[in-house]
């Protein structure tokens, strides 16, 4: 298994870690942003840029991150999130913040056996993409999305 193999396998297993607790929980949030349509963490992505103002996924280019907008869609107000069905993006593009946040209710549902290999995992996809000086995130992505 290669390098981008390797994180997209742990992206993988992220996503079979969350799907049946957040598919419960998120559409049911009752932290709603723009006048109740958009719901719970993500209804801040249109406004932050899908977090990467902050700086959240400075592994990518700013070109990658463009066509990943027109590839899947961007919304002005919403960003990637789809109000039925959530995220737009495959996790292996979402930024940092996306990987890492869990609220409170989420961890309660998830427990702290999950929770224990969920941050094992954040740990390697983040150390995936970062721990190159080179920035071997960067230039397979724009390889990808050339
Ligand atoms: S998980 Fe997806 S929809 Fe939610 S903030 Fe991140 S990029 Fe936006």
């Known amino acids: 298994m290669n390098f981008f193999q390797r994180y997209e396998s742990e992206c993988r297993r992220m996503d079979n870690l969350l799907k049946e ?7 049911s949030c009752d932290v709603l942003f723009h006048e109740a349509e958009a719901m719970g963490c993500c209804g801040f992505c249109g406004d932050m840029n899908a ?4 700086g959240s996924s400075s592994w990518m ?4 991150f463009l066509k990943l907008k027109i590839k899947y869609g961007w919304d002005e107000r919403y960003g990637f999130l ?4 959530g995220c737009k993006i495959p996790r292996i593009y ?16 998830l427990g702290p ?15 995936d993409r970062y721990s190159d000086p080179d920035n071997k995130m960067m230039k397979i992505l724009d390889e990808e999305f050339v």
Not at 82 to 85: E, Y
């Open 51 to 54: 977090y990467r103002d902050m």
């Open 82 to 85: 789809d109000l039925n069905t």
């Open 113 to 127: 056996e999950k929770i224990r290999m969920l941050d094992k995992l954040t740990s390697r996809i983040l150390f």
């Open 21 to 27: 607790a957040t598919s419960e929980l998120c559409p």
């Open 61 to 64: 280019s700013d070109e990658t």
């Open 94 to 109: 979402r930024a940092d913040i996306c990987l890492t946040f869990m609220c409170g209710e989420l961890r309660k549902m």
